[in-house]
């Protein structure tokens, strides 16, 4: 089963090469912790051309040699934090070496042969090259475009009328449903509309069932496991539409009930294993920067901490409002110096 899911003159290009260039052009800025969703698997995935689910491969790879390094951010538009992915000096170099040789490459422009450093411009590497067929020539719309590979394609339309029909039950959508919907959507590159008109059937279908039968029905909740192993080998398809998933409803650090149904719904659209989700959370956790003891307590009060330290100064006024955390929390005098540590080491 092939990763390499891009045409075009991208496609003689390595994932590897084509990850060394993408970090290159999207450095994480050291001392935000605001960043865009580009430097996270999701994102490295859809910049790179590469299967969602042979990304984590990929970033094993560089790392194991020295390129890549990963680090905690909290993402644009996302809940909590989420692993994030630079370069190395080492992989600096590498990239940059990469970028000389391409800037010598002659391509056809309009039936003449150019040098790429003489009309990249300021445009980004792997964009520009997106432009270049496979026979070195250029077009003014791109050619080389994220398409998943023939056979690969999971029925969305029946995944969808059956977790809508689960989000539905209670005859709303939760703000943290429309979430997992979102990047279940975004995942399967399934249509709005298409996903507006399934979600109002299944809105419609369970009015008619109230008229009915006025009961709620019972909502069966999936256990979760805070094992923080690390799961080894590449995922299905399903496994890896599934973990994404899961990261954004984990990404506060908890399952509501409300996501736990839906994601116990998807795991049966999916046909997912038993013992999946256990595995695949241990893998969402190690993502998203988590760790068996990091409580949703312990998160709040390391945001609190970051805020309080914004000026590289606790203020008497910030520690007591501090301590009042720490008691109403139940924060060690031990956590507390921990993630302080940690916070100051984020503004060094």
Not at 187 to 204: H, T
Not at 210 to 221: G, H, K, L, R
């Given at each position: 089963m092939r990763s390499n899911m891009v045409d075009g003159w991208l496609a003689t290009m390595t994932s590897h090469e084509r990850l060394l260039l993408h970090l290159l052009d999207n450095p994480l800025p050291e001392r935000a912790w605001d960043v865009e969703p580009h430097l996270t698997q999701a994102g490295i995935s859809e910049a790179i051309f590469v299967h969602r689910k042979h990304v984590p491969r990929a970033l094993k790879l560089a790392m194991k040699r020295g390129f890549v390094a990963d680090d905690t951010r909290h993402i644009i538009g996302s809940k909590q934090r989420r692993k994030v992915y630079l370069l190395t000096p080492e992989g600096k170099q590498q990239a940059g070496e990469l970028v000389s040789r391409l800037k010598e490459m002659?391509?056809?422009k309009e039936g003449e042969q150019n040098v790429v450093s003489e009309i990249i411009g300021h445009d980004k590497m792997l964009h520009f090259l997106a432009h270049i067929d496979g026979q070195c020539k250029w077009h003014d719309d791109a050619v080389s475009i994220f398409s998943p590979p023939p056979g690969e394609n999971i029925a969305a339309e029946e995944i969808f009328t059956s977790v809508l029909g689960q989000a539905w039950r209670d005859g709303h959508l939760s703000d943290d449903e429309r979430g997992i919907i979102s990047v279940l959507s975004r995942?399967?590159?399934?249509?709005?509309?298409?996903?507006?008109?399934?979600?109002?059937?299944?809105?419609?279908a369970r009015e008619a069932?109230?008229?009915?039968?006025?009961?709620?029905?019972?909502?069966?909740?999936?256990s979760s496991s805070n094992s923080t192993e690390e799961?080894?080998?590449e995922l299905s398809e399903s496994d890896a539409i599934y973990l994404e998933v899961l990261i954004e409803a984990f990404s506060d650090g908890q399952l509501i009930r409300e996501e736990d149904a839906m994601l116990s719904r998807l795991r049966s659209s999916l046909g997912l294993v038993e013992g999946a989700h256990e595995k695949l959370l241990i893998t969402a956790r190690a993502q998203l920067g988590l760790d068996a003891t990091e409580t949703t307590h312990v998160m709040a009060y390391s945001d609190a901490l970051r805020v309080a330290l914004a000026d590289y100064i606790i203020t008497d006024d910030e520690e007591a409002i501090l301590e009042s955390l720490r008691s109403s929390l139940n924060i060690s005098?031990?956590?507390h110096l921990s993630l302080l540590a940690a916070e100051r080491a984020k503004l060094n």
């Open positions: 002659s391509i056809d995942v399967l590159d399934f249509p709005q509309s298409e996903l507006e008109r399934i979600s109002s059937a299944a809105c419609l069932a109230n008229a009915e039968s006025p009961e709620e029905s019972s909502v069966t909740i999936a799961s080894a080998g005098s031990q956590q």
